[in-house]
């Protein structure tokens, strides 16, 4: 990926993103907040129940058991190789600010699954102004309260970086599996 800067009259490319010439940039992506990450292995949540993998974590699955409640299946908890950070195992939709529009209360079941539940999240602690103001049903102009299970909100998405079984479509296409 390259950047075009004009400075007076001179101008240049710089790179942004190097991509090595063996994987290229399949091996990254941008999350829904815009920032590069590491791609391996990541199942995407749209609002609506709906997602999304990519060759590595073919074969999970998510579903919906009601207004903010999803359940990843067919994987073996979050990767733990720690590339997103510690608690790094999710990207979390933010607003302009930078702050988080949901809180995530989520649990690794004995199966591997993961249960994830999305909690409405006003952000209090900023001016009233640029606090997270959500419509739950218009025609009454009802607000989600502080702390409501609540779907994503529309245009958002959430990452999830998760771990495969050996057994995957992946791995077995690796020669990683039994």
Avoid at 50 to 58: A, G, L
Avoid at 59 to 67: H, I, Y
Wanted: glycine fraction near 12%; charged fraction near 20%; include cysteine.
């Amino acid at each position: 990926m390259r950047n075009y800067k004009k400075s007076g009259v001179t101008s240049s490319w710089s790179c942004l993103i190097k991509a090595d010439a063996f994987t290229g940039l399949r091996k990254v992506t941008f999350n829904g907040n815009g920032y590069v990450e590491k791609a391996s292995l990541i199942i995407i949540i749209h609002p609506g129940g709906s997602f999304t993998t990519n060759d590595e974590s073919e074969g999970a699955t998510v579903s919906k058991f009601g207004t903010g409640h999803y359940q990843v299946a067919g994987v073996l908890g979050y990767n733990a190789d720690g590339t997103w950070g510690v608690h790094g195992k999710l990207s979390v939709p933010r607003d302009s600010n930078g702050n988080e529009l949901v809180y995530v209360e989520d649990k690794v079941l004995p199966d591997g699954a993961i249960d994830i539940k999305i909690i409405y999240r006003q952000n209090t602690h900023m001016p009233a102004r640029l606090q997270n103001r959500r419509i739950k049903f218009v025609e009454e102009q009802t607000f989600f309260a502080d702390d409501e299970p609540c779907d994503l909100p529309a245009g958002t998405r959430l990452d999830v970086r998760v771990q495969m079984p050996a057994d995957s479509v992946w791995n077995l296409g690796q020669g990683g599996g039994g």
